[in-house]
């Protein structure tokens, strides 16, 4: 099969090529590329109408299910009211049918006022600002040409931002670094105006026009942002800054924020005001005309633009590299750094970042510093009512960063369960009291350990199950269970020991061991080649990679799907992984799970490439899938509220089908947690209501959440109708006119019941406008009227059958 086109996803267009403010840090006026001066000042209609044609048709042909389109200059607010709302209101209707606009604009905030915010309160427009932090640090470079501070112009349209009406479009603060500036004095300004994220940029330099760096020190840079590290930490995160959870998601092996670090291949090209496409901006500080693609909207597709030898380059990731960079040992959280911050004359890019030493002691620090930290901070989110993950959920999708966030809340509650349980331990258990300060020893030493142990799904439930009385007699001994699973994980030599459930000693996201005798304890002991279980004075050695391929009777190791940009479990050794409704297979064959994960390369590769908008999520959040046994064949599956992290899933004939199976449950996985934090509906409010797809009726949590899964399955035949051929894309057609008619009714039915609260009301109406979305996207008049005509028969059914009880 051939390998599929990389596609575009993000779109800087220029709205005006001028600027209202003098900045001598400027990349666009004052660093090596003139271009500016031969542009047009505003980008014409006809230039934009074809830009938004070229869009729609990239993401028609790559079936991507969002756009991000940023609004940038120049200064965009110099188009005008007018000149937005039309270029705004061209994206949304040539997408409308197409795919989901993520739209924003990048602002001074100079001209920023209600006018403005009137329209991008309409026409849903996110609005970024920069600022260089205090008066001073401000006034250093963001000046106007007659020398006049911005400062308090840029605070009254921060001030506007965070008014209740306006607030939901404030997307942040760009900062740029400069190490003149008081870097305690910088965050504190920024963080004293409640952003919701902040973004520190390096100043763009090349090896041939190199950074400033004051002798004293020889990464100044890294030195400044440690400061503000340590003092982002210690105040418990209470704001996402980009650059910090970059390198921290990079270390977790997860995907960068930010084109300046990590791996993942470039999807941004800018349109200028002339239609001209070029490379990112960043290279205008490179040399005159770096950016440069000669093509442009009017005589050349993205896919083009795709080809050209800038853009290959920085879609092939490590191999790409430099030799220092390839053999550096932070490369996969660096990536090279920032493109452009490689350039020397003579030697073009192949060459490590101008900043390599700074972002080799940020690195190194960072990872120090959660290494030897006593406790995670504790994981904050932006206030509910405004949180923009709140509305980026609403919609149905979530990106990596906004499921970490619920990840990292899951977290937490998972540490409080557990610290609710070992009150109820007896005090004269030493096998739990042992376990317990083992734990607390793990947690100082190696703390991404024991949050890798802790995240497991199915810790919970065993802790729900003892705080309710529900556990039985010896449960309790789970804690030592968890310690053990820590202790290996980080490669430890501290003897465990272990009650045994049945003859199995239990290890929580590692797998199972099958002991020889009716002991009911074990000792467990990690070494250099694997580890040891001592039970009655006999000896299991097992090696790290041994029991994979099912062969070795006594040790039964969870099996990991290494998939490009997610790693996923198949749980089929916790004897806690019951936690569904559906019965879970035994241990799998060899063979079997051999067929597991190839279905699951296809079914991911399907995701990635034909519902890209659900795969950053499912790679942060889904990390388990548990096989459950369907003996007739019925395509089953499942997700429990009290399992975050998991869906279980007996295997499908069809690996498609495996793909709708995966994003369909982990939206009930994603809405679980929201619900954990946030109240939607009423709890007290005891009616039931009408479920399209039930025979029942329906409480508000299963209204909701059915709904909410099911914009996931609309969206996948909606896709599967343009993809698929012949039967299957008729097939594929029926399906997506069925289940958008339900789903568009079940929203519908939960905007009228009465019981949301305000924030549930925001949220369903945040999924009302996924779902009537689509409903414009044409389909045959053979399957909207079988849509119909079976909804009209489910309701009549579901009065007479409801009236008659």
Request: net charge negative.
């Amino acid at each position: 099969m051939d390998r599929p086109l990389p596609a575009l996803t993000q779109f800087v267009l220029k709205v005006h090529s001028r600027c209202d403010l003098a900045c001598n840090h400027c990349y666009v006026y004052e660093h090596a590329d003139t271009s500016w001066r031969g542009r047009p000042r505003v980008l014409s209609e006809k230039a934009m109408e074809k830009t938004a044609e070229r869009i729609a048709e990239h993401a028609r042909a790559h079936h991507l299910s969002m756009v991000h389109v940023v609004l940038h200059g120049g200064e965009p607010l110099l188009a005008g009211p007018e000149r937005l709302r039309k270029t705004a209101e061209k994206l949304s209707s040539v997408l409308d049918g197409v795919c989901a606009l993520d739209l924003r604009i990048h602002t001074n905030g100079v001209l920023l006022d209600e006018r403005f915010c009137e329209l991008f309160l309409e026409k849903g427009i996110k609005v970024g600002v920069s600022l260089d932090g205090d008066k001073a640090s401000n006034d250093r470079h963001r000046l106007y040409a007659d020398g006049r501070s911005s400062h308090p112009q840029v605070l009254r349209a921060v001030d506007l931002l965070n008014g209740p009406r306006y607030r939901r479009l404030f997307a942040g603060l760009l900062c740029t670094i400069d190490i003149e500036n008081d870097p305690a004095a910088v965050y504190d300004a920024l963080v004293s105006l409640d952003p919701p994220r902040i973004d520190f940029l390096l100043p763009h330099a090349t090896w041939d026009v190199p950074p400033p760096r004051p002798e004293g020190s020889a990464t100044p840079y890294a030195d400044w942002l440690d400061v503000i590290y340590e003092r982002w930490d210690s105040a418990g995160r209470q704001v996402p800054v980009r650059i910090f959870d970059s390198v921290l998601r990079t270390l977790r092996g997860e995907s960068s924020l930010t084109e300046s670090l990590g791996l993942a291949p470039a999807d941004l090209v800018v349109i200028e005001t002339d239609g001209t496409f070029e490379q990112a901006d960043s290279l205008k500080s490179a040399y005159d005309g770096a950016p440069v693609t000669g093509m442009d909207v009017f005589a050349n597709s993205l896919d083009e633009v795709l080809e050209h030898p800038g853009m290959l380059a920085r879609q092939q990731g490590v191999e790409h590299l430099g030799e220092q960079c390839r053999s550096c040992p932070v490369v996969t959280s660096c990536g090279g750094g920032l493109y452009a911050h490689r350039y020397r004359t003579g030697s073009g890019f192949d060459n490590p970042s101008v900043f390599c030493p700074d972002l080799m002691e940020l690195i190194t620090n960072i990872r120090s510093r959660e290494a030897s930290a006593p406790t995670r901070p504790a994981s904050t989110v932006v206030r509910p009512e405004e949180s923009p993950e709140l509305d980026e959920l609403a919609t149905g999708f979530g990106s990596a960063e906004t499921v970490s966030r619920l990840a990292a809340v899951q977290l937490d509650l998972n540490r409080e369960l557990l610290a609710a349980v070992i009150e109820r331990a007896p005090r004269a258990d030493k096998v739990v009291a042992e376990a317990w300060e083992l734990l607390i020893e793990l947690d100082q030493d190696a703390p991404d350990v024991v949050d890798a142990v802790l995240a497991h799904p199915y810790v919970r439930p065993w802790a729900l199950r003892i705080l309710e009385g529900s556990a039985p007699a010896g449960d309790i001994g789970g804690i030592a269970e968890l310690a053990a699973a820590a202790a290996l994980r980080a490669r430890r030599g501290d003897r465990v020991v272990v009650p045994l459930r049945d003859g199995m000693l239990r290890l929580p996201g590692l797998g199972l061991v099958a002991t020889t005798g009716d002991s009911e304890w074990a000792e467990v002991a990690a070494g250099a080649d694997g580890f040891m279980v001592l039970e009655a004075g006999r000896v299991l050695t097992i090696g790290w990679d041994e029991g994979v391929d099912g062969l070795t009777p006594h040790w039964q190791p969870v099996r990991l799907v290494e998939l490009p940009g997610w790693t996923v479990a198949l749980e089929d050794t916790d004897p806690l992984r019951d936690s569904h409704q559906w019965p879970v297979t035994n241990r799998l064959s060899g063979g079997d799970a051999k067929m597991w994960a190839d279905d699951l390369a296809e079914a991911w590769s399907l995701i990635r490439h034909e519902l890209p908008v659900y795969a950053p999520g499912v790679a942060a959040g889904l990390r388990v899938i548990t096989p459950l046994d369907s003996p007739d064949g019925s395509d089953v599956s499942a997700a429990s509220k009290e399992a975050f992290g998991a869906v279980a899933v007996a295997r499908p004939a069809a690996p498609d089908l495996l793909a709708l199976l995966i994003i369909h449950e982990f939206q009930h996985v994603k809405l679980g947690a929201v619900l954990d934090s946030l109240d939607l509906y009423d709890p007290a409010d005891t009616r039931t209501f009408y479920a399209p797809w039930r025979n029942d009726p329906r409480p508000p949590a299963g209204l909701i959440q059915g709904a909410y899964a099911h914009i996931a399955v609309t969206d996948f035949w909606r896709v599967r109708r343009r993809t698929a051929e012949g039967e299957a894309a008729r097939t594929a057609e029926a399906q997506f006119a069925r289940w958008r008619h339900q789903t568009s009714e079940a929203v519908d039915v939960l905007a009228g019941s009465g019981v949301l609260t305000p924030l549930g009301e925001r949220f369903v109406a945040g999924m009302a406008r996924t779902v009537h979305g689509w409903s414009a996207e044409a389909v045959s008049d053979r399957a909207l009227s079988e849509a119909r005509r079976a909804a009209d028969s489910h309701r009549a059914d579901w009065q007479a059958r409801n009236s008659a009880n």
